[in-house]
Every structure is written in structure tokens, then in C-alpha cells.
């Protein structure tokens, strides 16, 4: 059996009486593209600033490639490339300079060149590599920390968040990107805010809230099991009746969606309409996505 | 086998990163301190010059260059290691050599060895400039390249404590001000200390800058105000200190890794 990319057992975090995190335990497989989701201060970024090294565990392990972080933290940060959440950089070199920089610091010497060259190339950052990283636009400044994480070829890449404020064109490259790595067999570990980021790129996902993980699954079963369907009806004249009150999610105008579990509830829905005299206008079935998923875990209380 | 390999090559980057990143800005890191020091020179040889004699055949321009060359060699191998810490803190791109494999021993002597490079470079070039104006004798060039060494190494150490610290570029500036400064004026760069009232004298030799500066002068000169073994021994026992405090914060990541 190959050692899982990550293996994080019972960690818990405190911040003085704050607990950032209450006891996580998570195993994510060589090669995949998992997601890591939550609101704000649910904790994804204590647990990942824990596996980069940047905080220590209050208990508990957690190893990258089989490498503990803590006892053998030069493997395991060697296996290991993060990109941050805010868009820092350093404002004296320029882009090329900081890549070979950055894979210096590993270890890397000459022989990595092609690499850190292929990485630029890849991101679109061919014209702007000899750019000071200070004259670098919010966008270009993104990829190049991309580039940077990956300037020592780890197996296993971190993004903490890196669509967050990037427009859809470059969103729609960095995760042509991210596929791409995850193809060569990289293991992605990703974490957002945008649900549809994770669903479109994420085969198992992670929620998190208030430093626990509340739902571990693919994002197929999280699907399926926490809401298989919307029903969206317009009326063209009568109300919904009561009896189908408890599965409406939204009323916009005389268009009602409700949330179905079973697709039989479909007969039930229209059975119900009918039998009010209730005249519909237009009806789809929409597949539910990972928001309605999110909101029934995370939203309530 | 060459001195860069795989494991040397990390601490070496970052070694060779801190270097470059005040040469890019060498106007503001060597050529501002090289004329701050002329200036000195100038005006204070022209003032003094002829009226204070400190030692019987040395005029006191000459007295003064060394005094003038390590007082900047001190400020700015601190300024190296600190603003550079206290930059990348406050910028955040700090974090890219705290996800690295690089150990806190290879990031101390990273820092380090770039602020004492920073260190020795303004000395060099105040001597060599100093060197068009003034006939400066060398005695023991051991003892000068010794001190040079020992004094950079000091600060540069002591700016590590100080960018680990400071959270802001005023708290660095505090240091700067409150610390090195009054440190560096009270320590004999001007005068010696034996022109001074005996309560001065003994305050003097609780100065650590005052063994720095004295020890550098001797090395010019062939005396000082006081054995330069003695100014070694004091100020490798700072260093020490230094060395280990730094050391004891790097390790135990205090305000670097929560």
C-alpha cells in the first residue's frame, strides 16, 4: 500500500482559550483532488498553516508523504508546496529570480532551470519574467505565487483559497492548471469558498465548521445524500399548498423551489398542487449543487 | 566535490538572496552610509583638528577614521538583518523561507553572513575613500580584520533579535535610535575615553561598542585605551550571547511560527 500524500491524526489547535480546531482527522490519497470547505474561521487555514509548518499542533500528528511535520518537517516540507492565501511577494526580484530563489532554498540547483522555466510558461507568465514582482498586476502577482509553490516539484500542492478575488478568465486558466498537475499525479489539496470551484474540481471534499469536519465524503455522495434534487415551479394562479411547505428552500415571485431527498417526491409534489387547483406555469428539475449541501451543514445554527 | 550541494545549497540561496537584496538598493545601503561618514570626517576634523590630541603622534583625523568606519560597519550590519527581517514580516513573504526545509541554524547563518558581508563592505569603502584624505597608519591587521569581523557579526546578530521582535518598522527604528545610537556616540568613535571624567570612564566600560571601537583602533594604531586581548575577550562574550539568544528565539519560532 503507498503512504497517503496526507495523514492528519486527531489534531487540535488552541490560540489561548480560542480552539481552533477540536480533533481532526483526515487521510487524503495519493492523486487526488480534494476539497477543504467551510466558512471563515471554520479553521482550513489553521489546519494547513499546521501541515506547512507555519503552526505547531497543540496535540496530535500530521504527515506529508509519510513525514511527520513536526519530527521530520525537512521531508515533509520537501514534499510539500503551499500556495498562501494573501498575495505577498518580494518586491526586490523578479519573477524568474524568485522561482529560482524559491527552489534554491529546497535544494534545487541548475538541473531545475527547465522546470522553474516550464512552470512560467505554463502559467502565462513568459512576458512578465523578468518583471520586478513589485510592477506585477493582482493577477499576475496570483500566478507567480502558484509558480513559487511549485518551483521544487512537490508531490502534494496546497492552495489556500486562490481563486479568491481573481477574475473568471484567469479562475477558468489556474484550474485548467490545477487539472493538469492533478492529471501528472500531484495531489491537490484545495480550499475555497466557492462551491462550485469544489464541485467542478474536487472528487472528495471536506467541510469544515468551527474547527470540526462536519461532512467527509465525494462530492457525488455528499450530493446525493443531502439533497438529490430541486423542483422549481412557477404558478400561474393558486399558492403551494401546506403540505409542501417543509421542502420549500426559496420563494422568488410565484416561483417556489423545493428541496426533494427522493425523486418520487416529484408525484407527490404535483399530486399535492393538484389537488388545490393550482395551475402551473413552467416546472424544472435542477440538480442540487454543493451550496444546498454546505447550507444544510454548515448554514444551520 | 563542490561546496554547494544539496544540503548547503539552501542556506547558500538564502545567503546569497539577503546579499543581493542591498545590492540592487546599494545607493541607499553603502553609498549613503560611505558619505554620512565623510561628512563627519570633514566636519569634525575641520573643527577638532589641532585642538584634541589623544594620542602624542597621532593627529586626530587619523584618530578619528577608524572610529568613523566601525561606528558604520556596526549600524549597518544591523540595519542588513533587521529591515530585512522586519520587511519581509511586515510584506508577508517571510512565509516562503518559513515553508522551506531551511533549519533555524541555516537561517541565522543566512542572515547573519549576509549582515556581515553589508558590514564589511561600508567599512572598506569608508577606508578606502578615507584613504585619498587622511595618511592612516596599520599596525595589526589581524586586530583590524578581528574587529571588523566580531563587530559585524554583533550587530548582525543583534539585528536578528531586533527583526524577530519588531512587528513594525517603528519598533526597528526604537532600536535604531534608543539602542545602537546612543550605544555607538557614548563608545569613543569621537574621542577617548581617558578625556572623559572617571564616573564616564566607568560607565564606558559597560559599552560594549566601546570594545569594538577601541580593539578596531588598536589594530591602526598600535594603541588603545585599553588591551585589545581584553576588548576581544569582552566582546566575543557578547557575541556568544547574542549568538545564543537569536539562536533560542529562531528555535523555539517566537513570533515567527505560531
Known amino acids: ?301 | 566535490m563542490s561546496l554547494i550541494n544539496e544540503q548547503t545549497r539552501g542556506v547558500y540561496t538564502l545567503f546569497k538572496k539577503e546579499v543581493l537584496r542591498f545590492w540592487r538598493v546599494a545607493f541607499q545601503t553603502i553609498a549613503s552610509p560611505v558619505i554620512t561618514a565623510l561628512l563627519y570626517l570633514l566636519i569634525f576634523s575641520h573643527v577638532l583638528e589641532g585642538r584634541v590630541q589623544v594620542y602624542d603622534d597621532v593627529p586626530y583625523t587619523a584618530f578619528l577614521i577608524p572610529g568613523l568606519i566601525m561606528m558604520s560597519l556596526l549600524q549597518n550590519a544591523f540595519a542588513n538583518s533587521s529591515s530585512s527581517l522586519v520587511q519581509s514580516k511586515v510584506m508577508g513573504n517571510i512565509i516562503f523561507v518559513l515553508l522551506t526545509p531551511l533549519t533555524y541554524l541555516q537561517f541565522f547563518l543566512a542572515f547573519l553572513a549576509a549582515a556581515i558581508v553589508r558590514g564589511l563592505i561600508v567599512g572598506l569603502s569608508i577606508y578606502l575613500v578615507a584613504l585619498f584624505f587622511v595618511d592612516l597608519p596599520l599596525v595589526h591587521v589581524a586586530w583590524v580584520i578581528t574587529f571588523a569581523i566580531l563587530g559585524s557579526a554583533l550587530l548582525g546578530a543583534f539585528g536578528i533579535i531586533a527583526g524577530i521582535w519588531s512587528d513594525r518598522f517603528d519598533q526597528m527604528a526604537a532600536f535604531q535610535n534608543f539602542v545602537i545610537m546612543p550605544l555607538t556616540f557614548l563608545s569613543g568613535v569621537f574621542y577617548s575615553i581617558h578625556s572623559l571624567p572617571p564616573i564616564w570612564q566607568t560607565i564606558s566600560k559597560f559599552n560594549p561598542f566601546f570594545y569594538m571601537i577601541d580593539g578596531f583602533r588598536y589594530g591602526f594604531f598600535g594603541k588603545g585605551d585599553i588591551s585589545p586581548w581584553v576588548s576581544f575577550f569582552v566582546v566575543s562574550t557578547f557575541l556568544a550571547l547574542l549568538v545564543l539568544l537569536s539562536l533560542k528565539m529562531l528555535k523555539s519560532g517566537y513570533k515567527l511560527r505560531g
Request: net charge negative; aromatic share 6%; with cysteine.
Open chain 1, 1 to 301: 500500500m503507498t503512504v497517503p500524500a496526507i495523514k492528519i491524526e486527531h489534531i487540535q489547535k488552541h490560540f489561548g482559550s480560542l480552539q481552533a480546531l477540536k480533533g481532526i482527522d483526515l487521510t487524503v490519497q495519493q492523486g487526488e483532488f480534494f476539497g477543504l470547505l467551510g466558512p471563515n474561521g471554520a479553521g482550513k487555514s489553521t489546519l494547513i498553516n499546521i501541515l506547512a509548518g507555519l503552526l505547531r499542533p497543540s496535540t496530535g500528528n500530521a504527515a506529508i508523504m509519510g513525514h511527520d511535520v513536526v519530527t521530520d518537517y525537512q521531508a515533509a516540507r520537501q514534499a510539500l508546496g503551499v500556495v498562501p492565501q494573501e498575495l505577498v511577494f518580494d518586491p526586490f526580484f523578479n519573477v524568474r529570480e524568485m522561482l529560482r530563489f524559491q527552489a534554491g532554498y529546497f535544494g534545487r540547483g541548475k538541473e531545475n532551470d527547465a522546470w522553474v522555466d516550464e512552470i512560467i510558461e505554463s502559467l502565462g507568465l513568459t512576458d512578465k519574467a523578468h518583471t520586478n514582482m513589485r510592477r506585477l498586476s493582482g493577477g499576475m502577482k496570483r500566478r507567480a505565487l502558484i509558480a513559487q509553490a511549485l518551483a521544487h516539484r512537490p508531490p502534494v500542492i496546497v492552495l489556500d483559497e486562490p481563486t479568491a478575488g481573481v477574475d473568471v478568465e484567469l479562475r477558468q486558466l489556474m484550474w485548467a492548471f490545477i487539472k493538469k498537475l492533478n492529471k501528472e499525479g500531484h495531489t491537490i489539496i484545495l480550499t475555497t469558498h466557492y462551491l462550485e470551484e469544489a464541485e467542478e474540481l474536487c472528487s472528495r471534499v471536506a467541510m469544515m465548521k468551527q474547527g470540526e469536519i462536519v461532512a467527509l465524503d465525494t462530492t457525488a455522495n455528499l450530493l446525493s445524500k443531502f439533497a438529490a434534487k430541486n423542483l422549481c415551479i412557477t404558478l400561474k394562479s393558486g399558492d403551494l399548498p401546506e403540505s409542501l411547505r417543509p421542502l420549500l428552500k426559496k420563494v422568488e415571485g410565484a416561483t417556489f423551489s423545493l428541496a426533494l431527498t427522493e425523486l418520487n417526491q416529484v408525484e407527490f409534489a404535483l399530486s399535492e398542487l393538484r389537488k388545490v387547483n393550482a395551475e402551473i406555469d413552467d416546472m424544472q428539475l435542477i440538480e442540487a449543487d454543493l451550496e444546498d449541501v454546505f447550507l444544510s451543514l454548515v448554514g444551520g445554527a
